[in-house]
């Protein structure tokens, strides 16, 4: 099973032989990773010295490097999270690219910056045609919509029912959700069903105060920027999320772009949005009930701006440490009678939507059930 | 499109399965079992000149290598388990060649991990069939929706097992 490697630390990625390898920045004086980037200023250096050949300079730093530097196997990786400072060459993407490993980046306040996608190497002309197809017919790309929202709201019922079961009484919000997910079915338009997904969404959001047993100041959704910790969490999961189902996306040969509930090619991989829709209750949100409810993640791990809040280093880490054992925690498929992770449950919707889409069988979204 | 060796083994194995490969949609990349066959296929009789390509209006065949001395070609496997599927494969590619213009060539179909050969000969009833399943290849990958799943046992082991069946 390959692994998703998340790196925090400052330094250097890059390819070593036939494998990648890390490098965490040395301060020469204290001879441990320093914590910041060491930096040359490239618009003074003299033009000849941009044209050296640096292996030379590399040989000689290389031996300083040696001990701290850390190997990653490359047929164990199944993509790259950057979330610190780090450098690296074309000869590392190439290398990437070659083995098909994603690269996702984030800026110093842990918002998504983009991804280094590989070159694909699986493409299908019948299935984007086909694709497309689904979109420019209303009723079509309305069918495909209505199931990711069926999905998602039957996992955000689940959630809810799982506390309601747990002294807490959320049987308001339950009816609601339910109510909504029926209304599904007589949706007429895209733009319709996004209503009754915000509304019903913005109901679901108003019950984690009963949820979560910290007194938390949540009473909406709030992105751009998040203002209060349980924003800064959905949004950073949400964000990770995207990632996931993006990497999915990128091995099989579904085109990222031609989404079905939001609107194509709006800045992003539109379809890794709609696909993250259904498992958001599932991944993102039991991730934030347990890091709050069972006090992991705390006050401290947030870091308070004038009009927003967002997670630190140290809460980021927290985050993602819990998101990779999520991802990686199996269950028994029915169907299938094996155990697979809740990420290969990803890579399965992917498979389902492809068959939808060339008229093998009907899509059903995921929905939990267990 | 092209047919190849694949189509020919994929039309024997499983119908589904061709029209996916035919429309690109491959899953062979995802198995284990497929990594380890192509291992086997190309760290095996190395000192022979591996992978020959040919390449026509409507074909195009790769032949793992080919024996001068003997007239043979030769196809690598990793089990015999799906051995008809091997020998249509390769007598495919005979009856290409011969069409081609090398006549009298044989075939033979290694399995190294089992110590095993097979050896195949074209016939003329064989030429036959192979006219038909061309044809019928055609017919059904001009189809618009793949054919059903055919829940066989084997298909637990197939790379397309979970596409199928999820």
């Given at each position: 099973?390959?692994k998703?490697?998340?790196i925090f630390?400052?330094?250097?990625l890059?390819?070593?032989d ?6 965490p920045?040395?301060n020469?004086?204290?001879?441990k990773?320093?914590k ?7 618009t ?10 640096n292996d ?6 290389e ?14 990786i199944?993509s790259?999270y950057c979330?610190?400072?780090h450098?690296?060459?074309t000869?590392f993407?190439?290398f990437?690219?070659?083995?098909q490993?994603?690269?996702h980046?984030f ?5 998504y910056?983009g991804?280094f ?5 699986q ?5 984007l045609?086909?694709?497309?197809q689904h979109?420019?017919?209303?009723e079509?790309r309305?069918?495909?919509?209505k199931?990711?929202i ?5 996992n955000m019922?689940?959630?809810l029912?799982y506390y ?5 009484d959320?049987?308001?919000f339950?009816d609601?959700?339910?109510n909504?997910?029926?209304k ?6 895209v733009?319709?069903l ?6 019903a969404r913005?109901n679901?959001?108003?019950s ?5 047993n910290?007194?938390i100041?949540f009473?909406?959704?709030e ?9 800064a969490?959905i949004?950073?999961?949400n964000?990770?999320l ?5 990497g ?6 579904l085109?990222?772009?031609?989404s079905?509930?939001?609107t194509?090619g709006e800045?992003r ?7 993250a829709e259904v498992?958001?209750?599932l991944?993102?949100?039991r ?9 992991i993640?705390?006050q ?7 009009n927003s809040?967002?997670?630190n ?8 440490k819990e998101?990779?054992?999520k991802?990686s925690t199996t269950?028994k498929?029915r169907?299938l ?7 290969t449950?990803?890579r399965?919707?992917?498979y389902k939507?492809i068959k939808?889409?060339l008229?093998?069988?009907e899509?059903?979204s ?5 | ?11 024997f ?5 061709l029209?996916f490969f035919?429309h690109h949609?491959?899953m062979e ?6 990594a380890?066959?192509?291992f086997i296929?190309?760290s ?6 591996h992978?020959l390509?040919?390449v026509?209006e409507?074909f195009?065949f790769?032949?793992?290598f080919f ?7 030769h ?7 799906m051995?008809e599927?091997h ?10 060649l011969?069409?081609?213009g ?9 399995y190294?991990k089992?110590k095993?050969?097979i050896?195949?000969?074209l016939?003329?009833?064989d030429e036959?069939?192979l006219?038909?399943?061309i044809?019928?290849?055609h ?11 055919i ?10 097992f979970e596409?199928?069946?999820?």
């Amino acid at each position: 099973m390959k692994k998703n490697f998340y790196i925090f630390t400052n330094g250097i990625l890059k390819r070593k032989d036939n494998t990648i390898c890390f490098e965490p920045f040395i301060n020469q004086e204290t001879q441990k990773p320093s914590k910041l980037l060491e930096q040359t200023d490239l618009t003074n250096i003299p033009e000849e010295e941009f044209l050296i050949d640096n292996d030379e300079i590399e040989d000689e730093k290389e031996n300083q490097n040696a001990k701290t530097r850390k190997f990653i196997p490359v047929e164990s990786i199944d993509s790259i999270y950057c979330f610190g400072e780090h450098r690296f060459n074309t000869k590392f993407l190439n290398f990437l690219s070659q083995s098909q490993i994603p690269l996702h980046i984030f800026n110093y306040y842990g918002f998504y910056t983009g991804t280094f996608y590989p070159r694909e190497t699986q493409v299908s002309g019948k299935l984007l045609i086909a694709q497309v197809q689904h979109f420019l017919d209303e009723e079509k790309r309305l069918t495909i919509a209505k199931e990711f929202i069926r999905g998602s709201l039957f996992n955000m019922i689940k959630n809810l029912q799982y506390y309601n079961n747990r002294q807490k009484d959320l049987s308001y919000f339950i009816d609601y959700l339910t109510n909504a997910l029926k209304k599904v079915d007589e949706v007429k338009s895209v733009e319709e069903l996004m209503g009754i997904e915000g509304s019903a969404r913005k109901n679901y959001y108003e019950s984690w105060h009963l949820i979560i047993n910290q007194p938390i100041d949540f009473q909406k959704r709030e992105k751009q920027p998040p203002s209060n910790p349980v924003n800064a969490l959905i949004s950073f999961g949400n964000s990770l999320l995207y990632t996931t189902v993006l990497g999915e996306i990128y091995r099989n040969q579904l085109n990222p772009t031609i989404s079905y509930l939001h609107t194509p090619g709006e800045r992003r991989f539109s379809l890794s949005l709609d696909i993250a829709e259904v498992f958001k209750p599932l991944i993102v949100d039991r991730i934030i009930f347990a890091l709050l409810n069972k006090n992991i993640i705390k006050q401290d791990d947030f870091e308070f701006h004038l009009n927003s809040c967002l997670l630190n280093e140290n809460g980021r880490k927290i985050f993602v440490k819990e998101y990779d054992e999520k991802l990686s925690t199996t269950i028994k498929h029915r169907k299938l009678n094996r155990s697979i992770s809740y990420q290969t449950l990803i890579r399965y919707e992917c498979y389902k939507l492809i068959k939808h889409l060339l008229d093998a069988e009907e899509y059903q979204s995921f929905k939990i059930w267990w | 499109m092209k047919i190849t060796g694949t189509h020919i083994n994929y039309y024997f194995h499983c119908k589904r399965h061709l029209w996916f490969f035919a429309h690109h949609i491959l899953m062979e990349h995802t198995s284990e079992l497929v990594a380890i066959g192509k291992f086997i296929s190309e760290s095996t009789y190395e000192r022979k000149q591996h992978e020959l390509h040919f390449v026509e209006e409507d074909f195009e065949f790769v032949l793992d290598f080919f024996d001068k001395n003997t007239n043979t070609i030769h196809e690598i496997k990793k089990t015999n388990k799906m051995e008809e599927l091997h020998i249509w494969q390769l007598k495919f590619y005979i009856y290409r060649l011969k069409e081609l213009g090398f006549h009298n060539v044989k075939g033979i179909i290694d399995y190294p991990k089992l110590k095993r050969l097979i050896k195949v000969e074209l016939t003329e009833k064989d030429e036959e069939k192979l006219n038909e399943v061309i044809k019928e290849i055609h017919l059904l990958v001009n189809q618009k929706k793949p054919p059903k799943v055919i829940r066989k046992s084997y298909c637990r082991k197939c790379s397309y097992f979970e596409l199928c069946y999820v």
